[in-house]
């Protein structure tokens, strides 16, 4: 019987559908998934439910964007989970024992050097889509799951889709608007009315602001400003556009540049636990893919997918023996 049985991890190709340039894709251009990737999944998850976390004093933060159906006749959207996976996911951590903390109490914690339990996660949304409260928001809702929203702020209340939406339909007659629209400021205000979703800093225009730290400060000072104004939030957390280290989209000089403007702490895209000692303003997030089950979201989690990964690409890497 299949370790990760809830969910095939079999990609179609929209997932790994190219944006046309100059557009950027949120985490990096997206790979290719296969059975290698089946097979890692397969084990970190088993290493997991077997053994537990591998890493004993770290946790996890999880990264969605758009929480939508899947519409008909037309590619599948991108960086998307559909709300049925959405929920199959949190129930599924949920009954394997891990708990969903709220960010701004993982981070009072770190600041007053007090213990994380060990299978905590955080869930976190990007950019801001009016889908995260029409299907995500009852999930949480439901399942009693906090999270935070990173919101881009220049496209609250707009008809148009996000520059930086790379699913090729989006915005086209006939694609549902719930699909790609940003939310409105009375939806923002809906979202967060129960308490249950904060809202983060994710810049004001999601620009690219790689080697411009001062135009990154001048940009989330205004994303700040419309946090303070209409939603009355201070000091939020913050997630870098993009975010990604290896192209420059979060390095040191631009989470300097953030601290600056006042937020608590800043966020990539990079795919790794939070340990002991790590600056807040340096913390990776998992991506929450479509064909993740509850099992291989466990397994990062828990720090087996990304070990076992590593094990593999030194193994490619290793010369072969000499006859």
Not at 23 to 30: A, E, M, N
Not at 117 to 129: A, C, E, I, L, Q
Not at 162 to 175: E, K
């Amino acid at each position: 019987m299949s370790l990760l049985t809830e969910e095939p991890l079999v990609p179609t190709l929209a997932d790994i559908r190219l944006p046309d340039p100059p557009r950027f894709v949120p985490h990096g251009r997206p790979r290719r998934t296969g059975l290698k990737d089946y097979a890692l999944a397969a084990l970190g998850s088993g290493l997991n439910t077997c053994l537990g976390p591998r890493e004993k004093l770290a946790f996890g933060i999880l990264m969605y964007h758009r929480v939508c159906e899947e519409p008909d006749g037309h590619p599948r959207p991108t960086w998307n989970v559909t709300p049925e996976r959405f929920e199959q996911q949190l129930k599924g951590l949920l009954a394997r024992g891990w708990q969903a903390w709220p960010l701004r109490h993982v981070l009072s914690c770190v600041e007053r050097d007090l213990p994380i339990p060990r299978k905590t996660f955080v869930v976190t949304f990007d950019d801001g889509y009016a889908n995260n409260l029409i299907h995500a928001a009852p999930v949480l809702a439901k399942l009693h799951v906090p999270a935070t929203l990173f919101l881009a702020t220049a496209y609250l209340d707009s008809k148009q889709p996000f520059p930086s939406d790379d699913w090729p339909v989006t915005g086209q007659p006939g694609v549902p608007s719930e699909a790609w629209r940003p939310l409105t400021t009375e939806e923002c205000r809906r979202l967060t009315a129960n308490g249950l979703v904060e809202l983060g800093a994710h810049t004001h225009t999601h620009a690219d602001f790689r080697n411009r730290p001062d135009a990154l400060i001048a940009d989330l000072a205004e994303n700040l400003a419309v946090l303070r104004e209409r939603f009355g939030v201070e000091s939020p957390p913050f997630a870098f556009p993009y975010g990604t280290k290896a192209t420059d989209f979060a390095t040191p000089e631009l989470a300097a540049a953030a601290r600056e403007t006042g937020v608590v702490a800043c966020l990539t895209t990079e795919s790794d636990l939070v340990r002991p000692g790590d600056s807040p303003f340096d913390w990776g997030r998992f991506t929450a893919h479509h064909f993740d089950s509850a099992g291989s979201l466990a397994a990062k989690l828990g720090g087996w997918d990304n070990v076992l990964r590593h094990s593999a690409k030194r193994a490619i890497r290793r010369p072969a023996p000499g006859p």
